[in-house]
């Protein structure tokens, strides 16, 4: 398995431009299979879970091509409503397929999504949306078959706002008959990238970013060019890295609406950040103070996040809590952080952090994507080297992390079967 080595010790210093969305684009190539038309999508990052995805639309059937950042999708030939289970296991995101196939064919089958081990996730509130929109849904041996002779537009109210659920039911209702409410939809940036995606279709969709959004039935979608939003996660996981190695970094390719609450705990924390307008200026210049951090859904501190804020208080002054609302097992990275020699106790949902005045180079494994983001991190400052195994986890949501690293003064090696890529 390939390995990260990290030299810590070098303060980030430069530009870095971000990658499109990983949670937008894992989104809208599902719904590129409502089209009957060729959608072409710009800045696509080339994460495994893309190529992932890339692969679910060929295996129903798609034509992709994949050049550079750029995507061709024409789904006018799909052949197959039926998702190979060894796919849907690799990637949480591959139940997004759900809503679009059954909305256009009426009929769709997958087994249980992959992904993540970062606590519960359940299909509950996908699945009772898709009945109330008409389905007669069947769950049997890991397998999730969902079918009817039209969907028709209902009243849909979320128990909790999840962002897969509102993506999964907004698709399936664009060609539903008659007009569909969700209620209690969640906010995300990516929610409203799906709507300006689907609208550019010919669909009728409003008021994503808000708890209410509506959908007006279409008879069909055509073909469309679109561009990926940037990467919130990934541009806040690079204003963590600058503030944590008293950096200074202007990152390019953002929208800093979408990062209000990490900034705002980054300035708590004593980070200068200088918002110019599609580009943030981050400067660091002394150790970080603790902050506490509760974890919410958007626009509260999002849960991709905590890991990255964990590797900064650790060696912020103070004492700083983390207390995570969304998930139940998101502190698997706390005993990796303790091996590089942090001060942190878990209670509960709870984490109480000690910040020390240094780390220590160990090896240690990313047990999750964001996990992974965050032991990079801590590894940037931590005295020697550090080793970071199972990289394929930080490979589904950053496109080119090292060589963008690299560029910013970083000491990084890619390890692959014992020999070093630089």
Request: aromatic letters at 4%; hydrophobic letters at 40%; one cysteine or more.
């Amino acid at each position: 398995m390939e390995k990260y080595v990290i030299v810590g010790g070098n303060r980030l210093s430069g530009t870095v431009r971000l990658s499109g969305g990983k949670n937008s684009v894992l989104t809208i190539l599902p719904a590129c299979l409502l089209s009957k038309g060729a959608c072409i999508l710009h800045d696509v990052p080339r994460l495994s879970d893309v190529y992932v995805m890339k692969d679910v639309l060929e295996g129903l059937g798609a034509r992709v091509e994949f050049t550079g950042n750029t995507m061709v999708i024409n789904a006018s030939q799909i052949t197959s409503v039926e998702i190979p289970d060894r796919l849907t296991r690799m990637m949480r995101a591959s139940n997004l397929v759900m809503g679009p196939i059954l909305s256009r064919f009426q009929q769709v089958k997958l087994a249980y999504p992959g992904g993540c081990s970062i606590g519960s996730r359940p299909m509950d509130q996908h699945l009772r949306g898709m009945k109330i929109l008409g389905a007669q849904v069947i769950e049997k041996y890991g397998f999730i078959e969902a079918k009817a002779k039209k969907l028709k537009g209902g009243e849909i109210c979320l128990d909790l706002p999840s962002v897969g659920a509102t993506e999964n039911l907004m698709m399936a209702a664009v060609l539903a008959e008659g007009v569909t409410i969700i209620r209690n939809a969640a906010r995300e940036p990516e929610i409203v990238d799906l709507q300006n995606f689907l609208n550019s279709m010919g669909a009728h969709v409003k008021g994503a970013g808000t708890d209410i959004i509506k959908v007006e039935g279409v008879l069909e979608l055509g073909g469309t060019e679109h561009t990926i939003i940037p990467d919130r996660i990934e541009a806040g996981t690079f204003i963590v890295m600058t503030a944590i190695t008293q950096g200074d970094v202007r990152i390019e390719n953002i929208i800093p609406e979408h990062l209000e609450a990490v900034i705002a705990k980054l300035r708590e924390a004593g980070v200068r950040i200088d918002d110019n307008g599609n580009s943030l200026q981050v400067t660091a210049t002394e150790r970080a103070k603790g902050i506490d951090i509760k974890t919410m859904p958007f626009p509260g501190f999002p849960t991709d996040m905590q890991a990255q804020l964990m590797a900064l208080t650790a060696v912020a002054e103070g004492t700083s809590i983390i207390s995570e609302t969304v998930f139940e097992n998101r502190f698997k990275h706390v005993d990796e952080f303790r091996r590089m020699g942090a001060d942190i106790r878990v209670e509960g949902r709870a984490a109480i952090i000690k910040g020390v005045k240094r780390l220590s180079g160990a090896y240690v494994e990313s047990s999750d994507l964001r996990a992974g983001a965050a032991l990079v991190t801590a590894g940037l400052v931590a005295e020697g080297a550090t080793v970071i195994g199972e990289v394929h986890h930080i490979d589904r949501g950053y496109e080119n992390l090292e060589q963008k690293l690299r560029s910013l003064g970083v000491q990084i090696l890619r390890v692959n079967g014992g020999k070093g890529r630089l």
